[in-house]
DNA sequence: TTTTGAGTTGTTCGA
DNA sequence: GTCGAACAACTCAAA
């Protein structure tokens, strides 16, 4: 077993609360690590490598593996100046747990709270776990500023409906909620004395690559111009927060206060995040099948071939090819290319929703899986809040408004200006005309 | 309970 | 070239 022997290490007779880091990568403004340092008790913070997560990735080289095992370099950086270290861990939680607190006098388990349908399942088991060996578990709310239940319509139900959501999220919003958990003061501190070895990449089955991850741009400017230049993939109009947003590395606290100071637009993105979160949490089912379970009779085309073309940017549609291979180049595409491509899969190949959900989540650094399943059925018209099915972007019309240069275009597409780029895979007016017809067969009252 | 107004991100067609 | 209507009604949220 990998994972027993750097408990070797740990002092075995010291009580200690464990403090467990998920998607929440950051030792400043963290709430579960903060209750867990003012607890009292010697901190013994650790990570887990699950393989329960990991085993499912296809990709060796997959980059998100590597951001997480950077991130955890560096917060082994910062807990070893602080004369403590990071507990790095492989393998299945449900298996490290028992050995672990066997191994060490915990009097509890801390963490952030996670909200996926198998994250609440594992913390679940965890939990349980702990109990059966005298351990406590307690969870914070951190990686949101609302949770689940805290924005709901006045008879207590879910909001399915983006505006009003977002005006009752503002509504009930105190400044107190967004204020930083300082954890200068605090009594409490990290165990001491402690080294722990991490495992490699390769250890773990994956490789490393030379890769360089967007920063987040945040500065007053990008900010200020935000809500004019959002839209534009040629412009670095976005503040590329996506990938801190989605492993913690920023503080969910402190970007809203930066967007309430800068751009509401953007706060409302932020927002956006919170609302698909929700819609996932109460309604579990948009996992697999349509918000609105009338179009789940939708008959697919599901052409492999044309499948194939989308995913690497052949499909002889400037705009969509390029954000196609920005995706495979970078981790990356910009959002509105997101939904021109999303639109394009669905209602011009007329090919299911679930495979180019499960692309994105393959290709996206930022994947979430609450966001692009929401943004999936938006696109097909499927889902919570949707475009109406008949709204079918013209490719043409969006380059025109979004990339009139063509800037965008030939970034990303080397061969557009020449002979060798591929025709249409498609027309698009036949296209239209074919896919109003599907929806419609599916949409009819019987 | 009933009513009313509104709903992220569009496109096409014809006057 | 510009503008408004049609696209399809439907469901949601709140008064």
């Not at 400043?28 to 913070?45: K, Q, Y």
């Not at 409490?188 to 991490?198: H, K, R, Y």
């Not at 030939?410 to 017809?437: I, M, N």
Request: glycine fraction near 6%; include cysteine; proline fraction near 5%.
């Amino acid at each position: 077993m990998n994972f027993v022997q750097p408990f070797l290490t740990l002092p075995a007779h010291q009580k200690c609360n464990i403090f467990w880091f998920r998607r929440d990568l950051r030792l400043e403004d963290n709430h579960g690590l903060w209750e867990c340092l003012r607890a009292g008790l010697p901190v013994l913070p650790l990570f887990i490598f699950d393989t329960e997560i990991l085993g499912k990735l296809e990709n060796p080289k997959d980059r998100r593996v590597q951001f997480i095992h950077q991130e955890i370099l560096r917060l082994k950086t910062e807990l070893r100046a602080a004369g403590s270290d990071l507990l790095v861990l492989h393998g299945n939680p449900h298996e490290i747990w028992p050995t672990l607190l066997a191994s060490c006098q915990a009097n509890a388990i801390y963490t952030n709270r996670d909200y996926e349908p198998a994250a609440i399942q594992r913390d679940d088991t965890t939990a349980k776990t702990a109990a059966g060996l005298g351990v406590a578990f307690h969870s914070f709310k951190d990686q949101v500023i609302f949770e689940t239940h805290e924005v709901v319509k006045d008879d207590g139900t879910p909001y399915t409906v983006y505006t009003p959501y977002s005006k009752k999220w503002k509504s009930v919003l105190q400044e107190s909620q967004l204020e930083p958990y300082n954890s200068a003061g605090l009594k409490a501190e990290f165990i001491t004395g402690v080294q722990f070895p991490v495992p490699t990449l390769e250890e773990m089955g994956f490789q490393a690559t030379a890769f360089v991850y967007p920063q987040a741009r945040l500065d007053k400017n990008t900010l200020a111009h935000y809500a004019s230049d959002r839209d534009y993939p040629w412009k670095p109009g976005t503040t590329r927060v996506s990938l801190a947003l989605r492993f913690g590395t920023l503080s969910v606290r402190e970007l809203y206060r930066i967007g309430f100071q800068n751009s509401e637009k953007w706060v409302n993105e932020l927002i956006w995040r919170e609302f698909y979160m929700q819609i996932l949490f109460h309604f579990p089912y948009v996992v697999g099948s349509c918000f609105r379970p009338e179009y789940n009779r939708i008959v697919w085309r599901n052409n492999e071939a044309e499948f194939e073309a989308w995913c690497n940017g052949n499909t002889g549609y400037p705009i969509v090819d390029a954000g196609m291979r920005e995706l495979k180049q970078t981790g990356y595409m910009h959002n509105r290319v997101r939904m021109i491509t999303a639109s394009f899969l669905t209602k011009h190949l007329l090919i299911d929703w679930r495979w180019g959900e499960a692309w994105f989540a393959q290709h996206l650094l930022d994947f979430e899986l609450s966001s692009n399943n929401g943004g999936w059925q938006w696109a097909a018209g499927c889902g919570v809040d949707a475009a109406p099915y008949f709204r079918i972007f013209n490719p043409y019309l969006q380059t025109l408004k979004f990339d009139p240069n063509l800037t965008y275009i030939r970034r990303w597409v080397a061969e557009f200006d020449s002979l060798k780029y591929s025709k249409p895979l498609v027309d698009h007016d036949f296209a239209r005309k074919r896919c109003l017809q599907v929806y419609q067969a599916a949409l009819q009252k019987p």
